[in-house]
């Protein structure tokens, strides 16, 4: 499209990510402190990357070597996996594989990318043997990694316990296989062969696929937050109590869902963020509440 190589999925798909990107950015603005909304924020932004000098590069029209061109095809899609993977990780709370961590995959990748991709392309071999040649070991690894988290997911799935959370949760979990899924595509498409229209709709049909949960979410989510405080204080005398402390809003909401008996491990789940998180909130309420632990706070508030 328009006299480059990006093909007039890839452009689709771009318009897509980029006109989205500001609404994730504001969604992440009103909320610093919610790690799920800052992961998908970046996640966004290293697919439009990757969408864009993939699908751009190399183009013989532009006046940058082709070799150049090439190495920034290839190390974008190099990125895509590393975050993806970190992304899979820290969103799941999944204690990376042996062998497997992001740190192992970057070593290993731009191993085989110097030395099976770029110097052979120094010394004048052809792009599809190179090509070819540098992916097989990732493909290799890729099939593992997949079919390993698959099985994590699987079992996250499954363990799953809290009835009021499974219908998200387990929507969360479905997507990041899916997502997957999506990844794996990636070597085997660039194995086979450079075919942009098939490439690109495979890789991102996980992230779409994720980005459709991560809105129902995040409704789902501001709707939650409503209905904690309207749920508990149903009458003026209950919203006093709290109200004479100077808590934030957040803190309102981690209040709440503490008075009400949710762990810690609960809460974070539902306000999608982390424990560690809501652990600093209860912190800061038991210290203007001027109590030492949860026990005291319950019994101060509801006496």
Known sequence: MFGTEIHWVTFTILVVQI????????????????????????????????????????????????????????????????????????????????YFSVKSIFTYLISLFIFLFVIPLILGYDLNFTRKLFIFIPLVLAIIYSFKTSLRLLNIYQKESI??????????????????????????????GDYQYIEQPSVNLGY?????????????????????????????EQKQPLDTFNLTTKEKEVAALILKNYKYKDIAELMFITEKTVSKHASNIFKKTNVSNRNDFKNKINN
């Open 163 to 192: 009835n009021n959370l499974q219908k998200h949760y387990k929507l969360r979990i479905i997507s990041a296989n899916i997502g997957v899924f999506s990844l794996l595509t990636l070597p085997i498409i660039v194995f086979i």
């Open 19 to 98: 006109a989205i990107l500001p609404f994730l950015y504001i969604n992440y603005l009103y909320d610093k402190s919610n790690l799920y909304r800052k992961r998908f924020l970046y996640l966004t932004i290293v697919f439009i990357i990757y969408n864009f000098f993939s699908g751009l590069f190399p183009d013989v029209t532009i006046p940058i070597p082709t070799l150049i061109q090439n190495l920034i095809a290839y190390g974008v899609g190099i990125l895509y996996v590393l975050y993806f993977v970190y992304y899979i990780y820290n969103e799941f709370h999944i204690t990376p594989f042996k």
């Open 208 to 236: 779409f696929v994720m980005l459709n949960v991560y809105i129902k979410n995040q409704i789902r989510l501001q709707r939650a937050n409503q209905e904690i405080i309207s749920n508990y204080y149903k009458t003026e």
